[in-house]
């Protein structure tokens, strides 16, 4: 009796820790599955923060800063105002030595001033030593342009550079008479011409007061009506005229021009020399040069002085064909009347056969 009491009691505390042990099971399940849904709900929420962050973060830093910069960039561009043919050569004359230009013309602010009223016709013309032109021209038509450079080159010797444009708002009336007055020019050193709002200002070098009224009496001719002349001619040095022209001629090796013996004929050697004294008479300005001819002692004195203007005129052939103005060149035989070494042994005699450049201002 005993025994079975004792057992009852013993199954009825193992049915009680089994369910003791089930309710903490059943309360542990629970607390897990809670877990699970609770931590599916903060990950759901994460990724749409994340996206609403970054976006506008890649938009503002990359896309909007391009597109303004380029914007201000190409706008600059486009609204800077084109250079002109015209400003470009005077900006040109701007950065470069008076000097180069040699008259008042050529300094760049007096060059700039002539063109300073839009539209009005207008014409600088500057030659410098070496014969070479710069010519400068607002006109109407293209054809007017087109005659002025022409001329320009048909009537001046050196190269003649130009800038021109074709927008001027009136027509020059003056241009038939500024074209003609180009032949009259032949003389001056270092010529300047400016033409704009009725004036024709002439400038440059002459040798002399007398050249300087001839010069400007044949400009006002060639002018009138249309414009008034202002003759700003110097009158300088005649060492000053003649100056570059000499020293271009002392230079070469006028002992190398020589002659087949007793005959008028230019040896090779004489032509190569003659060729070099062709680059410095062609552009000589205001001067005239005299050929001299001369022979040694030997044979008759009328022979020689015949001899010595036969190689004259053929050196004055020469350099003319060569494209020197025949007009500036004067051929003279002087024989054997001006040794300049002793024709009694044959060195001297050498020397004394020879040919003598001689340069006057006009």
């Not at 250079?83 to 050569?89: F, K």
């Not at 063109?115 to 070479?132: H, K, M, Q, V, Y």
């Not at 021109?164 to 708002?169: G, K, L, M, P």
């Not at 007061?209 to 006002?220: D, F, L, M, Q, Y």
Request: hydrophobic content about 40%; some cysteine; charged content about 20%.
């Amino acid at each position: 009796m005993t025994i079975e009491v004792a057992d009852r009691r013993r199954r009825r505390g193992g049915v009680l820790l089994v369910l003791i042990l089930a309710v903490i099971a059943a309360w542990l399940v629970y607390l897990w599955l809670d877990g699970i849904g609770g931590g599916a709900d903060v990950d759901a929420d994460a990724p749409t923060s994340t996206t609403v962050a970054t976006q506008p973060s890649t938009t503002t830093t990359t896309v909007a800063p391009m597109t303004t910069t380029t914007t201000v960039a190409a706008t600059t561009t486009t609204t800077a105002p084109p250079e002109t043919e015209l400003d470009a050569a005077i900006a040109e004359i701007r950065s470069m030595e008076i000097e180069r230009f040699g008259t008042r013309f050529g300094e760049p602010d007096r060059l700039a001033a002539l063109f300073a009223t839009p539209g009005e016709p207008a014409l600088g013309l500057s030659r410098i030593d070496n014969g070479n032109v710069l010519l400068l021209a607002r006109l109407a038509a293209q054809g007017d342009l087109d005659r002025l450079g022409a001329s320009c080159r048909d009537s001046f010797v050196g190269e003649c550079g130009s800038a021109f444009e074709a927008n001027a708002e009136t027509d020059a009336s003056w241009l038939d008479g500024v074209l003609a007055s180009f032949g009259e020019l032949g003389d001056v050193r270092v010529l300047g011409i400016g033409v704009v709002g009725g004036e024709y200002t002439l400038l440059g070098q002459v040798a002399s007061e007398g050249a300087k009224e001839r010069i400007g009496s044949a400009v006002a001719g060639a002018i009138a009506p249309d414009l008034t002349l202002v003759n700003d001619l110097e009158v300088v040095d005649e060492g000053v005229i003649t100056d570059a022209t000499e020293r271009g001629l002392e230079d070469l090796d006028l002992a190398g021009i020589t002659f087949e013996s007793g005959s008028a004929d230019i040896t090779a050697e004489g032509q190569a020399i003659l060729d070099e004294a062709v680059s410095v008479l062609t552009n000589a300005i205001g001067v005239t040069v005299e050929v001299g001819g001369h022979t040694d002692s030997a044979g008759g004195a009328a022979s020689n002085q015949r001899l010595s203007q036969a190689r004259a005129e053929a050196v004055v052939a020469y350099l003319a064909d060569g494209g020197v103005d025949e007009t500036i060149l004067t051929a003279v035989g002087y024989g054997e009347e001006q040794p300049i070494a002793d024709n009694a042994t044959p060195e001297g005699r050498e020397q004394n056969r020879r040919i003598e450049f001689t340069v006057s201002a006009k």
